[in-house]
């Protein structure tokens, strides 16, 4: 069987035909309409769902993942080499996402939690005074006047 209906296709991936409309609302996968104007899926659309789950657990939006998936272009299948491509992605990005919380940890040793958010002293608040880098004053009261 080439192709599937949405509700087996739902059954075999896991996930509710709720959540199918909505991925492919999102153009994460795509059906099309038989001659009895039912919806069908081909059996690829499995894989790609299993790639949507795998993404999201690793805590990707699902506007990354659907910039990660047109990226493979309009091929609908997730070939190897397309699998090994996203891993390397997500693989890169998880790290960039690692390291970033690393560093907010870090700061938060600086940080002495006193609750006063100081825009001079709390690297939580302002990191490195990054804000002071926009120019001198309230610059963030500043921004929402303008
Ligand atoms: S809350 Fe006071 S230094 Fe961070």
Known sequence: MAEVSVG?????????????HFYEQKGLIQSHRNAGNQRRYNRRMLRR??????AQRLGFSLREIADMLSELGDQQ?????????LSQQWHQALTERIDSLQRLRDELNTCIGCGCLSMDNCQLRNPDDALGEQGPGPVLWERKDS
């Open 8 to 20: 087996q296709l739902a059954c075999r991936a896991g996930v509710s035909v709720a959540t199918l």
């Open 49 to 54: 769902v299993a790639v949507i789950k795998t």
């Open 77 to 85: 299948d997730i070939t190897k080499d397309n699998w090994q491509r």
